[in-house]
């Protein structure tokens, strides 16, 4: 900010020369300053631009006014042309929004105005300027008042065209960020979705197209028909394996022993026994019977125990229960059912004769009891048919009535077994599972345990001596099923099978068997030739401690 000085009157002894007065004096004339004109632009100690104007005064006598002098000459509020003065516009307390030619008509007077003020202090630089004209001053403040109001009108104008710019709501703005937001999640969750479905339906038109081309390309249909090979009976001694079903539900197995010169015996096993299918996986033995009938339950039975089984039957218990109608059956404890919000007493304790329909819950109902106390039961049934059998040769015939399977061999085997006076019926040694909840009642049993007890019951039934290498076999293909018929041969052969699964991919042309380290070189080699595999890979790096043999299976072996 410039500095404002503030100027006095100055007496005539402080004016400069050129502008002091002479002492009046008869005859000569008396100069007066009648106005001066300051320019704003130079300061007054600078060479001011005076206008003066010469006139006669009247003389005074001397001798009326003795030692007169001339009082200081008053200096005049300097003027200005009406054309350069300051304009006071009016102000709007909201400043208005200007257009681009708004904006360059503004910058364009702010230019005139400095080129006036440039011209203004070039033509003030020791030039002295005629009075204005009083005429001219009204014509010129008229001039700027009409160029005011031009300007002020064109203002109102663009802010009419433009319009007020409304409030800035900060509220509003994040609401509408936050809304932008949400638009451009929502797009991309859509291409994430559509990305994932157009993956997820990719897959599986590979997929069904994958199964569809092989099993077009096999000449087979959805529907796998799994055959299990047999395998020849020995002269030393035979085994059956007999499951005891309740409509479509198995409520127990006997595996059932005979030999010419030994003690022949019937083990009774629960249906809910934790085994692997050969081919399928761990389940409960119960549910061979849906995956393949009885004959898988046996192979399932010579996987866990190594010992072969000869001949396989699944026998009904209405069948049994028909063909013991009338016998004298003793009960240690009582058949307790429950019936809605009772428990009723189906089968008394004690010593008495039971119709077919008492037999019937006896052999296939398990109460309020578990499994074991079900096999208790199972094991009075099965001695009473032996009993029966010797009094009438027609009873075992009668209680297969209907079983499906090997009929005749069956048949054999139990003859044999009944012929034998000291045929035992006794449980296989099992222990329990804890369940998650306690509400699915499963049981084991140790693969050794399994091997002893054919060691020391049944040993002419072991297909080998000593530890059996276990073997892993992986289906290579798209085929479902593959695996269960090369399961079904190794283990008739005295492998363990203890797992079934897939492989990496469903590639494979051929067929690989695996050995880990040279100890399995000579199992794997006896796969190789079983399977007819002439390459062997041995596995010395990385060796599986699970396994001693993997299979995967290729497109050759389907």
Not at 251 to 277: K, M, Y
Not at 408 to 436: F, I, K, M, Q
Request: hydrophobic share 45%; aromatic share 4%; charged share 25%.
């Amino acid at each position: 900010m410039a500095r404002r000085r503030f100027w006095r009157k100055r007496t005539n002894d402080e004016l400069p020369q050129e502008l002091q007065v002479e002492e009046a004096s008869s005859g000569s004339p008396v100069e007066r300053v009648r106005s001066v004109d300051l320019d704003p632009f130079n300061p007054p100690d600078a060479k001011p631009s005076l206008k003066v104007e010469t006139a006669p005064l009247p003389v005074t006598p001397v001798d009326a006014v003795p030692s007169a002098r001339v009082s200081t000459p008053e200096i005049l509020e300097p003027s200005r042309p009406a054309s350069r003065r300051p304009v006071d516009l009016e102000i709007t307390e909201e400043p208005v929004p200007l257009t681009r030619k708004g904006q360059r008509d503004v910058k364009k007077a702010l230019r005139d105005t400095r080129r006036k003020a440039a011209q203004h202090r070039r033509n003030n630089d020791g030039v002295v300027e005629p009075a204005p004209d009083p005429e001219r001053r009204a014509a010129d403040q008229t001039a700027l008042s009409a160029g005011v109001a031009k300007v002020q009108g064109d203002l109102s104008v663009e802010k009419e065209r433009a319009g007020s710019p409304p409030p800035v709501d900060r509220n509003a703005a994040f609401s509408e960020a936050a809304r932008i937001r949400r638009k451009a999640n929502k797009r991309a969750t859509r291409r994430r979705i559509l990305k994932l479905m157009v993956a997820g339906g990719s897959a599986v038109a590979m997929v069904a197209a994958s199964v569809l081309g092989s099993i077009w390309w096999q000449g087979r249909s959805s529907e796998v028909v799994v055959t299990i090979p047999p395998v020849a009976t020995s002269g030393d001694g035979e085994s059956l394996l007999v499951a005891l079903m309740d409509g479509d539900a198995a409520v127990g197995f006997a595996l059932v022993t005979a030999h010419p010169s030994l003690e022949d015996r019937i083990v009774l096993v629960p249906p809910s026994l934790l085994v692997i299918l050969p081919g399928y996986g761990r389940f409960e033995l119960a549910d061979a019977i849906e995956f393949g009938g009885p004959d898988l339950a046996a192979l399932a039975m010579t996987n866990l125990t190594g010992a072969r089984i000869d001949h396989s039957i699944r026998a009904s218990v209405t069948s049994f229960s028909k063909a013991l109608d009338g016998v004298s059956l003793e009960l240690p404890n009582p058949v307790v059912v429950v019936e809605g919000n009772d428990q009723v007493v189906a089968a008394a304790a004690g010593v008495a004769v039971r119709d077919a329909a008492h037999l019937r819950v006896i052999l296939g109902v398990a109460g309020i009891d578990d499994q074991l106390t079900l096999l208790v039961r199972q094991q009075l049934v099965w001695q009473a048919v032996l009993a029966s059998q010797v009094v009438d040769s027609g009873t075992l015939a009668e209680a297969l009535i209907g079983a499906q399977g090997d009929r005749a061999g069956a048949l054999n085997v139990l003859r044999a077994v009944s012929e034998d006076e000291l045929a035992r019926v006794a449980s296989v040694p099992v222990s329990a599972v804890d369940a998650l909840g306690g509400t699915t009642e499963t049981y084991k049993m140790g693969v050794s345990d399994a091997q002893a007890m054919i060691a020391t019951q049944a040993p002419y039934l072991a297909i080998v001596e000593g530890e059996r290498h276990r073997v892993e076999i992986l289906n290579g293909t798209a085929v479902p099923g593959v695996a269960v018929p090369i399961a079904a041969r190794l283990v008739r052969e005295g492998f363990r099978v203890i797992r079934t699964d897939n492989a990496d991919h469903f590639g494979y042309l051929s067929t690989r068997v695996i050995g880990h380290t040279s100890d399995n070189q000579n199992a794997a080699l006896r796969i190789g030739g079983i399977l007819g595999v002439d390459e062997i890979h041995l596995e010395q790096r990385q060796p599986s401690g699970i396994v001693d043999v993997t299979i995967i299976v290729g497109e050759d072996m389907t």
